[in-house]
T-cell receptor, first 110, second 114 residues
Framework: TQLLEQSPQFLSIQEGENLTVYCNSS?????LQWYRQEPGEGPVLLVT?????EVKKLKRLTFQFGDARKDSSLHITAAQPGDTGLYLC??????????FGQGTELSVKP | DADVTQTPRNRITKTGKRIMLECSQT?????MYWYRQDPGLGLQLIYY???????NKGEISDGYSVSRQAQAKFSLSLESAIPNQTALYFC???FGGGGGDTQYFGPGTRLTVL
C-alpha cells in the first residue's frame, strides 16, 4: 500500500501571499498528478509530472517532482481568490487506478 | 455539452430505499470510475471498470453495486441506502494510456439518506 501524506491539510491566506503544498511518500511513483477541485465541482487535472527533478509551471503555479520520485510540491505565487479550492496530489501506479488522499483545502481571502 | 454527465444532481431518500446514480460520457473512454467524497476524507474509489466486461471493486465497495451497460454508461446502485452513505458521488472517465492517465470528472451527485 502506498502511503501518501499531503500537507498542510488546511491553509487560509490573504490575497497576494505565496504558499507551498507538499506531497510526500516512502514509495517511488512512476508519475504524479495534481488536481484542483473548486467548490461544487469535480476535480480537474492541473499537471502530470513524470521525470525525477521535473519542474512544470502553469502561470503562477509551480510543480516539482522530487529527484527520487517520492515527493512533490506545488508552489503558488501571489495567490488570488480564484485559487481557492481543494488541491489533490495523486500518485499513478501501474495498476491504472488513482488513489486520492484528503488533499489541501486552500482559502484565499481578498 | 458536458463530456461526463451525472443524474440526478441531487437526491434525498430514506433509509432502506434502492437508489441508482447514472453516469454517461461522450469522451469515448474505456475506463470509468465511481468515487464518493466526504468532508475531510478526500475521494474514495468505490468501483472501477476498464472496459464493458471488466468490473473491479475499489476501496469501499461494500453496500454498493455497479453496472456497465455500455462503453458510455456506468451506473452505481445502493441496494438499501443507509445514512452513512450520505455523500457527494463523482463519476470519472479516463483513456487508459498509462504513465499518468488523466481522469475527467462529472459534476457530482449530492446524495442525502435520511
Amino acid at each position: 500500500t502506498q502511503l501518501l501524506e499531503q500537507s498542510p491539510q488546511f491553509l487560509s491566506i490573504q490575497e497576494g501571499e505565496n504558499l507551498t503544498v507538499y506531497c510526500n511518500s516512502s514509495s517511488v511513483f512512476s508519475s504524479l498528478q495534481w488536481y484542483r477541485q473548486e467548490p461544487g465541482e469535480g476535480p480537474v487535472l492541473l499537471v502530470t509530472v513524470v521525470t525525477g527533478g521535473e519542474v512544470k509551471k502553469l502561470k503562477r503555479l509551480t510543480f516539482q517532482f522530487g529527484d527520487a520520485r517520492k515527493d512533490s510540491s506545488l508552489h503558488i505565487t501571489a495567490a488570488q481568490p480564484g485559487d481557492t479550492g481543494l488541491y489533490l496530489c495523486v500518485p499513478y501506479n501501474q495498476g491504472g487506478k488513482l488513489i486520492f488522499g484528503q488533499g489541501t483545502e486552500l482559502s484565499v481571502k481578498p | 455539452d458536458a463530456d461526463v454527465t451525472q443524474t440526478p444532481r441531487n437526491r434525498i431518500t430514506k433509509t432502506g430505499k434502492r437508489i441508482m446514480l447514472e453516469c454517461s460520457q461522450t469522451k469515448g473512454h474505456d475506463r470509468m470510475y465511481w468515487y464518493r467524497q466526504d468532508p475531510g476524507l478526500g475521494l474514495q474509489l468505490i468501483y472501477y471498470s476498464f472496459d464493458v466486461k471488466d468490473i473491479n471493486k475499489g476501496e469501499i465497495s461494500d453496500g454498493y453495486s455497479v453496472s456497465r451497460q455500455a462503453q458510455a454508461k456506468f451506473s452505481l446502485s445502493l441496494e438499501s441506502a443507509i445514512p452513512n452513505q450520505t455523500a457527494l458521488y463523482f463519476c470519472a472517465t479516463s483513456f487508459g494510456g498509462g504513465g499518468g492517465d488523466t481522469q475527467y470528472f462529472g459534476p457530482g451527485t449530492r446524495l442525502t439518506v435520511l
